[in-house]
Structure formats: structure tokens, C-alpha cells
């Protein structure tokens, strides 16, 4: 979104420009603005970046009446291009370094559908994008320390995640945009985890479900519980302010399944209906004091310095479709998730046990 301050004048004869301080918005309006001129003044063609068509692996908000330049990830899976949006921001620098392609969201819109074809301006070469391992579903800490670990062991083969819940993941599977899936969804029937919820949604898709961690989940709050917080059952009292995970979230239905058995109204919880994406951003708004408390993983409360009141140990799976359980690079992934120096960092990151990390589940 190059609508920042932007100058363009003249001294003594010399071009002069005033661009945004903030790295993101820096790049982008000299890229914009300052790079043509000096290309006409030297009488010399633009260089314009290859154009590919591609599929968002999630729906995309962006704001009305403004021309957005979102930096995205690119993968190939089958068939799609899919480009998984980077963090936003104008001081987001890593978002520049890490995107593949661009994609220009016309002013006009508020965004783009998760089925909706869109235009990238390559940033990288196709060749680099094909080395792209494509994650969708549920957010978890350790899909960060997984790319780190194939990046550092395999320095061409890279891995993007795009957070939009369990039940996001399965639909992302069932549409072809993804080469696996996190997925945490309990069966409150019979407390089992995912296979339930895999046959019901993806009935003709042959898939593996291979266990990543087994995690803490719990109640996030600031440290030294100034509000005195025992339990889920704490969550209806007037004087506590909650930060949910968006629906169809396995946290979501973790939560609407404890909600049930203690018979509590969902509306009388005190911001129920404000929602958040990952872990990290429950804790995060909690450390910032606008809310009470989240539920959420031990990981991101203990990366933060915050108190933590367990409710269950919970299982945590990547769905890994047939046709690309096979391949190179999944096959990549699974030796790495094997690797005890994988399990290791993840030990460290406090809440989580690698006792069955890897193992096949049966379907």
C-alpha cells in the first residue's frame, strides 16, 4: 500500500525524493515511483517481473478505497500455483526477504476469495517456488522450528504455513491447495482426534495422519493471575474480558465442547465473539492487558513470560493427502519431524511431548 508520503521534486536541477521511513512502505514506493523515473531519465525499459496466475490458499481481507500490495509465499501442488499470504505491516521487513511474488489487490475490492484466481509478480524464479512445502490448518509453534530444521539440513526446500484453523486445513486438502494439514479436531464423542473428522469431510481422499506433538492447551493469562482464573468455568463472570480463536478452529471447538459439558451460555462470555488466529496472537493480546485471557497453548504462554492453567493434553496431526505422501519433499519432512534434534528443540519450547512424533496413524 504505497498510500504513504510520497515526494517527488526537483532542486537545482536534480531529482529529489522523500519516501516512507518504514522499510516495507520504503521498498515499495521506490519500486513504484522512483525506479521509473531513473529508468526515464536513462532512457532505459523497465524490467518487468514474470506474471503468474495463482489460487489463495485462504480468504483475504484488504481495506476499501486503498491499492494493497500483499507479499506472498508461492507452492506448487499439482496442477496451482497457490500463494500463501505473509505477515503484513510496513515495518514487516521479513515479509519482503521471505515472499516469492506479489499480488496486487485493486482498490476497489475488500480482498480476494480462497477460491478466487488472483496475479503475482514473481519475485524469486519458478524453479525455487517448485522447492515450496505447503502448509494449511492449525496454527502450532512448532511448524516454525519444522522449517527451520528442513532449511538449515536442505538449503533449496523451504516450508509456508497458512493459519486458518483444523477444519481450514481439511477444506484446503479437499480443494488442492496444500501438500498437508495441521489438524487438532476433537470427536467429543468419543475423544478422539481427526479421524472422525476426515472421513466425514474428505470421504474420497486416500490420506496418512501422522502425529506431529501432543500439546498443553490451557488457560493464558498475565503473570501472577491477577484475576484469580481456576478454570473454563471462570470464563462467564463479569469481571473477565476473553479473546476466542476463530471458528472452526480446533481451540474453538475444544472450547464450545467444554463450554457444553459445564453448561455455560456462550453469550454471557465477555468477548466471545473477538476472535484470533493463532496461539501466539491469544498471548500477545493478553500480555497487552486488553484481555483477561485465552485459550491457547503453554508454548506461546511461556514465550511470553505468562501463567498457564492446563485443561487438557491434546493431540496434534498433519493430514498428509496420498498423492503427496510419496514425494521428495514430504518425505523430506517426515525424516525431519524424526530427527531428535527436531524433537529436542521442540522439548524446549515448553508443553509438548515427541514421545509419538512421526508415527502413522491408522484411519
Same mark, same amino acid.
Given at each position: 500500500? !504505497? %498510500?504513504? !508520503? ?10 529529489? *525524493?522523500?519516501?516512507? $521511513?518504514? !522499510? ?5 514506493? *521506490?519500486?513504484?515511483?522512483?525506479? !521509473? ?11 518487468? /517481473? ?14 476499501? +478505497? ?8 508461492? %507452492? ?11 505477515? /503484513? ?14 499480488? /496486487? ?43 527451520? =530444521? ?5 538449503? +533449496? ?18 480443494? $488442492? ?40 492447551? $490451557? ?11 481456576? %478454570? ?15 471458528? $472452526? ?8 465442547? /467444554? ?27 493478553? =500480555?497487552? %492487558? ?5 485459550? +491457547? ?33 514430504? =518425505? ?9 534434534? *527436531?524433537?529436542?528443540?521442540?522439548? +524446549? ?15
Amino acid at each position: 500500500m !504505497p %498510500g504513504k !508520503p510520497v515526494i517527488i521534486g526537483k532542486v537545482k536541477g536534480k531529482p529529489v *525524493f522523500g519516501i516512507p $521511513g518504514y !522499510p516495507v512502505s520504503a521498498i515499495i514506493s *521506490f519500486e513504484q515511483f522512483v525506479y !521509473p523515473l531513473i529508468c526515464r531519465m536513462l532512457e532505459q525499459p523497465e524490467k518487468e /517481473r514474470e506474471k503468474i496466475q495463482v489460487a489463495p490458499t485462504k480468504k483475504i481481507a484488504s481495506k476499501l +478505497g486503498v491499492e494493497e500490495f500483499l507479499r506472498v509465499k508461492l %507452492g506448487v501442488v499439482g496442477n496451482k500455483i497457490v500463494a500463501t499470504p505473509l505477515p /503484513r505491516g510496513a515495518g514487516c521487513i521479513t515479509s519482503i526477504t521471505d515472499a516469492d511474488g506479489i499480488i /496486487r489487490i485493486p482498490n476497489h475490492v475488500e480482498g480476494l476469495k480462497d477460491h478466487e484466481q488472483a496475479v503475482a509478480e514473481l519475485l524469486r524464479p519458478l524453479s525455487a517456488i517448485k522447492n515450496t512445502i505447503v502448509v494449511v490448518g492449525s496454527h502450532d509453534n512448532t511448524l516454525d522450528v519444522l522449517a527451520d =530444521q528442513i532449511k538449515a539440513r536442505y538449503s +533449496g526446500l523451504s516450508l509456508s504455513s497458512s493459519h486458518v484453523g483444523s477444519m481450514g486445513g481439511l477444506m484446503a486438502i479437499k480443494r $488442492g491447495v496444500c501438500h498437508l494439514a495441521g489438524s487438532h479436531l476433537l470427536d467429543t464423542e468419543d475423544g478422539s482426534y481427526n479421524i472422525s473428522y476426515i472421513k466425514k469431510y474428505l470421504p474420497d481422499r486416500e490420506v496418512k495422519l501422522v502425529n506431529l506433538v501432543y500439546r498443553d492447551q $490451557g488457560l493464558i493469562v498475565l503473570s501472577g493471575n491477577p484475576k484469580e482464573i481456576k %478454570g473454563i468455568e471462570d470464563l462467564s463472570r463479569d469481571d473477565i474480558i476473553f479473546i476466542n480463536r476463530q471458528a $472452526g478452529s480446533g481451540t474453538r471447538i475444544l472450547l464450545d465442547f /467444554r463450554l457444553k459439558q459445564l453448561g455455560l451460555n456462550a453469550e454471557k462470555i465477555k468477548g466471545y465473539e473477538n476472535e484470533e488466529f493463532t496461539h501466539m496472537s491469544v498471548a500477545v493480546a493478553v =500480555q497487552s %492487558g486488553s484481555v483477561d485471557v485465552g485459550l +491457547g497453548i503453554y508454548a506461546a504462554a511461556r514465550a511470553l513470560g505468562l501463567d498457564f492453567i492446563p485443561v487438557v493434553t491434546e493431540q496434534y496431526d498433519l493430514v498428509i493427502p496420498q498423492e503427496h505422501f510419496e514425494s521428495e519433499n514430504i =518425505q523430506i519432512l517426515l525424516e525431519t519431524i524424526n530427527d531428535e534434534e *527436531f524433537k529436542k528443540r521442540v522439548s +524446549g519450547l515448553g508443553g509438548y511431548s515427541t514421545a509419538k512424533t512421526g508415527k502413522i496413524i491408522k484411519i
